[in-house]
């Protein structure tokens, strides 16, 4: 079946950087948006940053400036996050529609998370 794994996560001081990885695999046709959510204590999961296949990569106005979104191979992608602030201490998601070998349309698919803070 299809799984999404994400890598990278971890603590770091304020002003900081991280990078967090998302790797697909199975039996995958092709993955036409590749995004990066994530969910914070006690807040609502939201969507930070997202790439549309052959399209532009559209930020959270929190985020932008401070991290980049990019695919590195057909089933690769990553988040550098730079100039971190306790704010964006949160489980970080990976996320991504997905057309499989056996779908027709395109399936949303969720990594299990990786877990960013943030602290002095």
């Known amino acids: 079946q299809v799984q999404l794994v994400e890598s990278g996560g971890g603590s770091v001081q304020p002003g900081g950087s991280l990078r967090l990885a998302c790797k697909a695999s199975g039996p995958i046709r092709s993955i036409y948006v590749m995004s990066w959510y994530r969910q914070a204590p006690d807040k609502q999961r939201e969507m930070i940053a997202g790439?549309?296949?052959?399209?532009?990569a559209h930020y959270h106005d929190s985020v932008k400036g401070r991290f980049t979104i990019s695919r590195d191979t057909e089933r690769d992608w990553s988040l550098q996050m730079e100039n971190l602030t306790p704010e964006d201490t949160a489980v970080y998601l990976c996320?991504?529609?997905?057309?499989?070998?056996?779908?027709?349309?395109?399936?949303?698919?969720w990594g299990s998370g990786a877990q960013v803070n943030v602290s002095s």
């Open positions: 996320h991504a529609a997905i057309v499989t070998q056996t779908s027709v349309v395109g399936l949303d698919y």
């Open positions: 790439l549309v296949t052959g399209g532009n």
